[in-house]
C-alpha cells in the first residue's frame, strides 16, 4: 500500500465478487493507501485475504465513508439501492455490481474498454454501475467490430456459469453433484430445477413479454454502453460449471464484414483474445478462463443465412470481467483520468 494512495473500501468482500476484487487490487498494484473489507454483520471479525495480508471484516453498516475515496461494492442490489446514495453522499465514490443503477440515465454505465468516455458524468450520483456480467464480456467483442462494419441485430444464447448466482450457486452445484455420486437426494435452494448435470434456460425473474430480467438486462445494458441502435435478443441459461460465461453470438452488420477481417480486427482489440484454430481443442472453453483477465474469442465464422453475418463464441471470468476486474479497471480510469485525488485524512 502506498502512504499518498487512495482508501478503498470492498462492500460484499466476503462474496464470491468481493474477494476477487481484493485479489485484482493486490495483482494490479493499485494505489491504495488502505483497504478496507465490508460486509454484512454476520461476518464481523472473519478475515479475508489481501494479497499476503488478512483483513478483519468489519459490518457495512457501521462504517464511516467520510475519510473514504473509492467503493467497491458488491453486496447485491437491495443492499446497494439502501447504501450506495448515503456512500455517495460523504463524498466517497461508489462503483457498484448490482443491477439496482445500471439504467439511471445520471449513473454512468461502464466498461473501460469500450465506453471510457461515458464515465466523465459520474459526479451527478457520485455512483458508477458495472454491468451484468454477460453484458461486460459481449461488448468488449462486439465493440471492434462495430467500429468496423456497423451491427444492426445480435441474437446471443448465452451458457452462464453458477458463480453468476453468488456462492451459493457454486455450493448448489457441489452439493448436488456429491448427491448424485452418493445416491443422496438432490436439494434444490438456489436454482429452481437441478442445476447438476442439467442446463435451465431461466435466469433471473421472468419479465410479462416472457423473457427473464438478465435477458432484458443484455438488451438495454448494450444499448447504453454501446449503441441504442441495435437491435438484440437474448437467451440466457445457467450450466453446471463454476466459472466462466460462455456466449454464441450471431452478428448482423450493416456492411460487410469477412471472418478473417474479423479476426484481425479483434487480435487488436483491448481486452480480447483470440484463440481460433480451426482443428481439435483450437478454441477457448470457460474452465480455461477462470482466473483470466481476457475476453476469448474462439469460433470466428460467416454466418451465411444472413447478410453481412458472422458467428462468434465468447468466453470470460464472469467474476473478474463480468464483475471485480472491471470495477477496478473503472477505479483506474478515474485515476488515470485524474478525476478523482486522494481526500486528505483526519490527522
Ligand atoms: N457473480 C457474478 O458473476 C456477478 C457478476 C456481476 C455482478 N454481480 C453482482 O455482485 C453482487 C455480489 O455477487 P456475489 O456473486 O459476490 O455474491 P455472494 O457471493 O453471494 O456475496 C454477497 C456479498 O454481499 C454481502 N452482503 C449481503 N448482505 C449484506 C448486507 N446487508 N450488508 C453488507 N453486506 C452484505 C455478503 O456478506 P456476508 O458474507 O456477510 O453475507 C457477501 O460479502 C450481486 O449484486 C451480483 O448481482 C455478480
Given at each position: 500500500m502506498t502512504e499518498m494512495g487512495f482508501k478503498i473500501a470492498v462492500a460484499g468482500a466476503t462474496g464470491n465478487v468481493g474477494r476477487e476484487m481484493l485479489g485484482i487490487l493486490e495483482e494490479r498494484g493499485f494505489p491504495a493507501s488502505e483497504v478496507v473489507a465490508l460486509a454484512s454483520?454476520?461476518?464481523?471479525?472473519s478475515e479475508v485475504s489481501y494479497g499476503d495480508r488478512t483483513l478483519k471484516v468489519q459490518a457495512l453498516e457501521n462504517y464511516?465513508?467520510?475519510?473514504?475515496?473509492i467503493c467497491l461494492m458488491s453486496a447485491g442490489g437491495n443492499v446497494s439501492r439502501e447504501y450506495a446514495p448515503r456512500i455517495a453522499a460523504k463524498g466517497c465514490v461508489v462503483i457498484d455490481n448490482?443491477?439496482?443503477?445500471?439504467?439511471?440515465?445520471?449513473v454512468p454505465l461502464i466498461v473501460p474498454e469500450v465506453n471510457?468516455?461515458?464515465?466523465?458524468?459520474?459526479?451527478?450520483?457520485?455512483i458508477i454501475a458495472n454491468p451484468n456480467c454477460s453484458t461486460a464480456q459481449l461488448v468488449v467483442a462486439l465493440k471492434p467490430l462495430h467500429d468496423r462494419a456497423t451491427i444492426r441485430r445480435v441474437v446471443v444464447a448465452t451458457y452462464q456459469s453458477v458463480s453468476g448466482a453468488g456462492k451459493e450457486g457454486m455450493d448448489e452445484l457441489f452439493a448436488q453433484s456429491r448427491a448424485v455420486f452418493v445416491a443422496d437426494p438432490i436439494e434444490k435452494k438456489k436454482?429452481?430445477?437441478?442445476?447438476a448435470f442439467n442446463v435451465i434456460p431461466h435466469i433471473d425473474v421472468f419479465m410479462e413479454d416472457g423473457a427473464t430480467k438478465e435477458e432484458w438486462k443484455m438488451v438495454v445494458e448494450t444499448k447504453k454502453i454501446l449503441d441504442p441502435k441495435i437491435r438484440l435478443t437474448a437467451t440466457c441459461v445457467r450450466v453446471p460449471v463454476f466459472i466462466g460465461h460462455s456466449e454464441a453470438v450471431n452478428i448482423e452488420f450493416e456492411k460487410p464484414i469477412s471472418a478473417d477481417e474479423a479476426r484481425e480486427i479483434l487480435r487488436d482489440a483491448p481486452g480480447c483474445l483470440v484463440v481460433d484454430?480451426?482443428?481439435?481443442?483450437?478454441y477457448v472453453t470457460p474452465y480455461e478462463s477462470a482466473g483470466e483477465d481476457a475476453t476469448y474469442i474462439s469460433r470466428?465464422?460467416?454466418?451465411?443465412?444472413?447478410?453481412?453475418g458472422l458467428n462468434i463464441w465468447v468466453v470470460a471470468d464472469n467474476l473478474r470481467k463480468g464483475a471485480a476486474l472491471n470495477a477496478v479497471q473503472i477505479a483506474e480510469l478515474l485515476i488515470a483520468r485524474e478525476l478523482i485525488q486522494p481526500r486528505r485524512r483526519a490527522a
Open positions: 454483520r454476520r461476518s464481523v471479525g464511516d465513508f467520510s475519510d473514504t475515496d448490482s443491477s439496482a443503477w445500471r439504467t439511471d440515465p445520471d471510457p468516455d461515458a464515465v466523465e458524468g459520474f459526479r451527478r450520483k457520485n436454482f429452481t430445477k437441478r442445476i484454430k480451426r482443428e481439435d481443442g483450437g470466428i465464422r460467416e454466418a451465411p443465412t444472413v447478410e453481412n
